[in-house]
């Protein structure tokens, strides 16, 4: 992409046209409340052409051409892109106020593989003619050169063309409404008439890529896919968010814009899969019917998200079976607890393990088996901790109805496959019921101080950091996550950042968290549950608490004396330090209590110790 070599250019309210004589600029201006957030190749250049004819000046300015006195175009200090190429955390302050404000953010998402797939076929074939129309290769070498040039230090290289979608939604002035882009232009004009603009874009006005017109992601190799899924695992994570696509293994063309499906692909000759919201997404038959024949190259497999019946999905073979087979009576599980799933199906099932999938066999979790002995990437296989054939990685285990399982030992919630559900229930697991020990991995919530917030939870919510307004995940708190690394303005910076930004918490009920450090009082959302404060903890999910001290300077234990404390709202003096109220006064605990103002004289407990939370309440989460 050409770069114009000019300065910061920092035009009054930068989004709009000001010309005093334009009746139209005037009118647009005063109902204006949406800015974009200039994703590159998701049809940005499209949205910016139609807008500059109601006198809106968003990303390029309606020009492929660099323009002076276009902000778009000017070029950020930070990072040596042109601006509209670089996430609104990262445009100098006065920019980003004068330009996004506090208007309504919108970003286009668009499939990571169909995404590069389109810069293949739009700008790197014609870099690299020696390629000609072979975009596996060309996707390959486009990804080998972007993780080359992250680890050399420079993630903005090509112009930041690379950058991950995510990167656009981060706060502070990242984009707080998703787009569509599977169902563009559609999915465009309904924001436009939402939000009060006059604007439709036609299908004919679509700007595409041309060229290697029979191409499209069914092509990329699962080689070449793991290589995309690494550099954008966040972008899958997010569109399966917003619009609830979230199988990694899918191939997606735009049915919707004229050249961006192969000419192969017919809408006649096609079945629909209706997506999590409704929305259609196109699957070839002929297509399927080919690979089918490829002779041991690809099954069509069993996908294990079960609640939704047998979803069919291609996956590779080769994937190892699971170590350590039960056999006998505890095979599927106790009588109390029997496991569930499809036992006995071949092929893959894909698992997240932390910011990544991984194939695991297809029969995942259908019987009691060690599934990750040998095959849990970070922790299970020679070499690392516990290590393969030790500690929880040898445990057999299986999934679970907790609505059908009596057992001493409750069921845990799965995080391997977050999406999935079994009868309208996310998916659980138990070691018990498969006569295993329940050996905690690094990353599990410690017994007895359980998450409370809800996992998978679509949208965002509004936080309060020191009187700064930013935008947190709808799911935030909801399991042991670093939650502020992407999110909190002091983690988003350049080198070495805070310790608490890398450091995995959750929001608990205090009542019920048994960890020896106590949990603390909520501090970005002045949230309740069940008419209780919310508490977070870092300690329920194995961290070590680097911020209370020195990021909530209003959190209870940073009170140093009895008189300090009753100054703090949400807090009670111990005796001896200051606490949440619920930690203190035992009448808080209880439903039908409230606190009476009492002066409090000991800790409810020295020892800390409240009881496992129940399965029951668990459940209410969920049913």
């Known amino acids: 992409m050409m770069l114009l070599q000019t300065h910061q250019v920092e035009p009054e309210r930068g989004s709009i046209l000001l010309d005093k004589k334009d009746d139209t600029a005037k009118s647009i201006f005063k109902q204006e409340d949406l800015v974009m957030a200039y994703v590159p190749f998701n049809f940005g250049h499209t949205v910016s052409e139609k807008v500059l004819q109601h006198g809106i000046r968003w990303g390029d300015c309606g020009s492929r051409d660099p323009e002076a006195d276009c902000l778009g175009w000017q070029i950020s200090n930070a990072t040596g892109c042109n601006l509209m190429y670089v996430p609104g955390k990262l445009w100098p302050l006065k920019s980003a106020e004068s330009h996004f404000g506090s208007r309504t953010i919108f970003g286009i998402l668009r499939d990571p593989y169909e995404r590069m797939v389109a810069q293949f076929r739009g700008t790197y074939r014609l870099e690299h003619p020696e390629l000609g ?138 079945t629909h899969r209706k997506g999590k919201r409704g929305n259609f997404v196109n699957v070839d038959l002929a297509q399927v019917r080919s690979r089918l024949h490829v002779a041991g190259a690809m099954k069509l497999v069993v996908a294990a998200t079960l609640g939704l019946g047998a979803t069919f999905k291609f996956g590779l073979e080769g994937i190892p079976p699971a170590q350590n087979v039960t056999i006998g009576a505890k095979a599927f599980g106790s009588q ?222 940073n009170a140093k004396d009895e008189k300090a404390c009753g100054l703090l709202p949400k807090c009670a003096w111990s005796g001896s330090s200051c606490f949440g109220k619920e930690l203190v006064v035992p009448e808080l605990c209880s439903a039908d209590q409230v606190y009476n103002g009492t002066k409090v004289e000991d800790l409810r407990s020295s020892s800390w110790s409240r009881p496992m939370l129940s399965l029951a309440a668990v459940l209410t989460l969920f049913c």
């Open 336 to 557: 109390n607890c029997p496991c569930i799933g499809f036992a006995g199906v071949d092929g893959t099932a894909m698992v997240r393990v932390g910011e990544h999938y991984v194939a695991y066999p297809g029969e995942l979790g259908s019987r009691c088996a060690a599934w990750d002995d040998d095959q849990h990437p970070e922790s299970c296989r020679e070499g690392q901790m516990p290590g393969k054939g030790k500690g929880w990685c040898k445990q057999p285990w299986c999934y679970v109805d907790p609505r059908n399982c009596d057992l001493k030992v409750a069921p845990r919630l799965s995080e391997y496959v977050p999406t999935a559900r079994y009868q309208n229930m996310p998916l659980f697991y138990s070691y018990a019921t498969c006569g295993g020990e329940e050996l905690q991995a690094k990353d599990a919530m410690q017994p007895g101080c359980e998450c409370i917030g809800i996992e998978n939870k679509a949208g965002s919510i509004k936080a309060n950091l020191e009187g700064v307004p930013i935008r947190y995940p709808g799911e935030a708190g909801g399991s042991c996550k670093a939650w502020d690394l992407e999110q909190n303005p002091l983690c988003a910076v350049k080198g070495a950042k805070p310790s608490f930004c890398t450091q995995k918490w959750c929001y608990v009920d205090p009542c019920k968290c048994g960890v020896k450090a106590p949990p603390k009082e909520a501090v970005y959302f002045n949230a309740t549950m069940r008419g209780k404060t919310v508490y977070y903890s870092y300690e329920a999910c194995g961290s070590n608490d680097t911020f209370t001290l020195g990021y909530n300077k209003n959190a209870c234990i």
């Open 133 to 270: 129309c072979d975009v596996d290769a060309g996707v390959k070498k486009m990804m080998e050169e972007y993780l080359a040039a992250v680890e050399a230090g420079n993630p903005w290289a090509n112009n930041c063309n690379y950058l991950p979608q995510a990167e656009f939604f981060d706060q502070p002035f990242g984009a707080t409404l998703a787009v569509d882009n599977r169902r563009f232009p559609d999915s465009m004009n309904e924001v436009f008439q939402k939000h009060g603009y006059d604007i439709q874009i036609l299908t004919e006005e679509v700007g595409h890529v041309s060229g290697c017109d029979s191409k499209w992601a069914a092509d990329l190799s699962p080689e070449t896919k793991a290589l995309v899924h690494k550099v954008y695992h966040r972008d899958f994570d997010l569109i399966c968010k917003e619009f609830g696509y979230c199988d990694p293994t899918e191939n997606v063309c735009l049915t919707r814009v004229p050249g961006m499906c192969p000419p192969h692909f017919k809408k006649s000759a096609s």
